[in-house]
């Protein structure tokens, strides 16, 4: 069975066992009973009662520094986007091998169920679920609400240090069907209009070309603005205040007023690729779209020679 038929297997079968119309049938006491009919969010009563369940692994990513140290869920293992997950040298993501070792080092085995939360509504561990689901684990999971809804409920954090037995997960080759690529994807969308959905994520002053970044961030294009045809749903949007994720109506809602409604590919972008990973998961995860992450994003897109932009706020890079 490949992984795009198991995952539409799974999320049947969560959907009829939701239902009630597959009660008679026996169903592993490790799986959550996810937000949504989505297999792909747990829950933190879920999560408290498998801390110590062997076939559950969780992994924090997390951008403010030492975080974890100061305390983190139970049994947690830490992953840094800035060192882990992508490649240190090269602008690309981690390398397979690497990301097998980590991943093993992890206690993560092919059968795991693997659960990322971070700070900052689950921004770069939505990263962290991306990369994992580009290498071929197969349960990857969100905690709703990530970890700052876990500390304002009172739930517990430690400063113990997991020492989990390496596992045995084999990486499979990067899954293109979940990565976009200038070349390949982005730029063939561009030229033929409306062959796909393009989806920017970005703040409504980055995507119309008023600011090229958000205040303080490094990476930068020196042109401003949006790829043409793109649509504009910023991240935030499919959060609610707590962090946790709006309901599959309300996110089904905020895609179709925009004219997304995933009956064509779809590629969402941002500036590097992590705050659209978190739409990439929304997208692809819960509504079940076929979805691609460009994590090129617009610090490629914007600095590539001759790609068309759309700039409706005219801003020039180096004017006064």
Request: hydrophobic share 40%; with cysteine; glycine share 8%.
């Given at each position: 069975?490949?992984?795009?038929?198991?995952?539409?297997?799974?999320?049947?079968?969560?959907?009829?066992?939701?239902?009630?119309?597959?009660?008679?049938?026996?169903?592993?006491?490790?799986?959550?009973?996810?937000?949504?009919?989505?297999?792909?969010?747990?829950?933190?009563?879920?999560?408290?009662?498998?801390?110590?369940?062997?076939?559950?692994?969780?992994?924090?990513?997390?951008?403010?520094?030492?975080?974890?140290?100061?305390?983190?869920?139970?049994?947690?293992?830490?992953?840094?986007?800035?060192?882990?997950?992508?490649?240190?040298?090269?602008?690309?993501?981690?390398?397979?091998?690497?990301?097998?070792?980590?991943?093993?080092?992890?206690?993560?085995?092919?059968?795991?169920?693997?659960?990322?939360?971070?700070?900052?509504?689950?921004?770069?561990?939505?990263?962290?679920?991306?990369?994992?689901?580009?290498?071929?684990?197969?349960?990857?999971?969100?905690?709703?609400?990530?970890?700052?809804?876990?500390?304002?409920?009172?739930?517990?954090?430690?400063?113990?240090?997991?020492?989990?037995?390496?596992?045995?997960?084999?990486?499979?080759?990067?899954?293109?069907?979940?990565?976009?690529?200038?070349?390949?994807?982005?730029?063939?969308?561009?030229?033929?209009?409306?062959?796909?959905?393009?989806?920017?994520?970005?703040?409504?002053?980055?995507?119309?070309?008023?600011?090229?970044?958000?205040?303080?961030?490094?990476?930068?294009?020196?042109?401003?603005?949006?790829?043409?045809?793109?649509?504009?749903?910023?991240?935030?949007?499919?959060?609610?205040?707590?962090?946790?994720?709006?309901?599959?109506?309300?996110?089904?809602?905020?895609?179709?007023?925009?004219?997304?409604?995933?009956?064509?590919?779809?590629?969402?972008?941002?500036?590097?690729?992590?705050?659209?990973?978190l739409t990439w998961f929304v997208l692809s995860e819960i509504l079940g779209y076929e979805v691609k992450n460009y994590d090129g994003s617009w610090t490629e897109y914007g600095?590539?020679?001759?790609?068309?932009?759309?700039?409706?706020?005219g801003t020039i890079w180096g004017a006064a």
């Open positions: 069975m490949n992984k795009a038929v198991s995952v539409r297997t799974k999320r049947v079968i969560a959907a009829l066992v939701s239902v009630g119309l597959l009660a008679g049938i026996s169903v592993n006491t490790a799986v959550a009973a996810p937000k949504n009919l989505a297999r792909s969010v747990v829950q933190a009563d879920w999560l408290e009662k498998n801390l110590d369940n062997p076939d559950v692994k969780i992994i924090e990513v997390s951008t403010e520094a030492g975080l974890y140290e100061r305390g983190h869920i139970k049994n947690a293992v830490k992953l840094n986007w800035y060192t882990d997950l992508v490649e240190v040298v090269n602008r690309d993501i981690v390398a397979g091998t690497r990301f097998q070792k980590l991943a093993r080092a992890a206690g993560i085995n092919k059968n795991s169920i693997v659960v990322l939360y971070g700070d900052k509504n689950n921004w770069f561990a939505a990263w962290g679920a991306w990369i994992f689901n580009t290498y071929g684990i197969e349960d990857v999971r969100l905690l709703d609400g990530g970890r700052v809804k876990w500390e304002k409920d009172g739930r517990a954090f430690t400063t113990t240090v997991p020492t989990p037995k390496d596992g045995n997960f084999v990486a499979t080759k990067a899954d293109k069907s979940v990565r976009a690529t200038l070349i390949r994807d982005v730029l063939p969308a561009v030229r033929k209009k409306g062959s796909s959905d393009i989806v920017d994520i970005r703040s409504a002053d980055e995507y119309s070309g008023k600011i090229f970044a958000p205040a303080g961030f490094q990476e930068l294009a020196v042109r401003a603005g949006h790829i043409p045809g793109a649509v504009n749903v910023p991240w935030g949007s499919n959060v609610n205040t707590d962090g946790t994720f709006k309901t599959v109506a309300e996110l089904k809602k905020l895609y179709s007023d925009k004219g997304i409604d995933g009956k064509k590919p779809i590629i969402t972008y941002c500036r590097i690729g992590e705050r659209s990973s600095n590539g020679v001759g790609n068309p932009i759309s700039n409706p706020a």
